[in-house]
Structures are given as C-alpha cells and as structure tokens.
Nanobody, 116 residues
Framework: QVQLVESGGGLVQPGGSLRLSCAAS????????VYWYRQAPGSGRYRVAI???????IYGDSVKGRFTIFKDNAKNTVYLQMNSLKPEDTALYSC??????????WGQGTQVTVSS
C-alpha cells in the first residue's frame, strides 16, 4: 500500500507561483507514472501534467509553458511547479500515482486559489 500526501497549495495572486508536492510513502514499488489532475467546482477533472519513470512529461494545453512537473526519486516525491498563475487555475489539485504493476493511488488533494 502506498500513501500519498499532497502539499503546497494556497492562495496566490494572479501572476504568482506555487510548487505542489506529491510525496509517496509505504510499500513503494516501481513507479510507472504520476499524474496531476485538477478539478474546479462544477467542472470535470482536468489532466494537468504527467511524468513517467523515464522522466518524459506531457502537459495539458492550458498549462503548457507555465507549469513544470518533475520528480525526486530519492525522496519519492513528484512536484508541480506552477508559474504565471491565472484565476482559471483555481481548483483542487490531486496526484495519481501509478505503479508498474498496475495499481494506482490517489492523494487527498490540495487547494489552489488564484485571486487578487
């Protein structure tokens, strides 16, 4: 079993930055990929970014050039650096951790609010 803890959310002004963390602990097996999703009230879940075990990354169109996903294997942590934040980035951000064996885990989410 893997436990995920997200952190780093908060209130930030438009144009500001935040760094979210997704830290894994427990019986961690080989990582396949980690996804960051977000969901705003009344909206569907949006896939923000993906990173796989080899470090390949994919971004949603609305965050390309502003967000960066990266990982620290030694710390079993995946980060989402968010720059040039916009009010429309406001949402609950969650990470989804996939093991090579096919099991996946979700964190509890961290709220990001972009407002002046």
């Amino acid at each position: 079993q893997v436990q995920l803890v997200e952190s780093g959310g908060g209130l930030v002004q438009p144009g500001g930055s935040l760094r979210l963390s997704c830290a894994a602990s427990g019986s961690i097996e080989s990582l396949a990929a980690v996804y960051w999703y977000r969901q705003a009230p009344g909206s569907g879940r949006y896939r923000v970014a993906i990173i796989n075990s080899g470090g390949t990354t994919i971004y949603g169109d609305s965050v390309k050039g502003r967000f960066t996903i990266f990982k620290d294997n030694a710390k079993n942590t995946v980060y989402l650096q968010m720059n040039s934040l916009k009010p429309e980035d406001t949402a609950l951000y969650s990470c989804n951790w996939w093991e090579a064996g096919g099991r996946s885990y979700w964190g509890q989410g961290t709220q990001v609010t972009v407002s002046s």
